[in-house]
Nanobody, 123 residues
């Protein structure tokens, strides 16, 4: 069973920064998703198993950076210039991937999910 452990959420003022971490029990293709109250879970960013390919949603492009350290089985999401509309529960997700250079962006592609961490951005 794949285990995903997230950390790094919290409360921050608009314009501030946070870094989320997600440690897995192995090396997988991974992604960050978020879900705000009353809204569907949406992709934020994704990274291939090798780390060579990344994807960002238009709403976070230029502000967030996804990365990974395979030696630590850990994925990161550096979030800068945070806005109130970034407020949501953030989830990391993982899936086995034979194509090590492909970043999966569809929620349905992922088999394993973390418990979620709350990010709140005040105006």
């Amino acid at each position: 069973q794949v285990q995903l452990v997230e950390s790094g959420g919290g409360l921050v003022q608009a314009g501030g920064s946070l870094r989320l971490s997600c440690t897995a029990s192995g090396i997988y293709a991974m992604g960050w998703f978020r879900q705000a109250p009353g809204k569907e879970r949406e992709v934020v960013a994704a990274i291939s198993r090798s780390g060579s390919s990344t994807y960002y949603s238009d709403s976070v492009k230029g502000r967030f950076t996804i990365s990974r350290d395979n030696a630590k089985n850990t994925m990161y999401l550096q979030m800068n210039s945070l806005k109130p509309e970034d407020t949501a529960v953030y989830y990391c997700a993982a899936r086995a991937a034979y194509n090590i250079h492909y970043a999966y962006t569809n929620r349905a592609n992922y088999d394993y999910w973390g418990q979620g961490t709350q990010v709140t951005v005040s105006s």
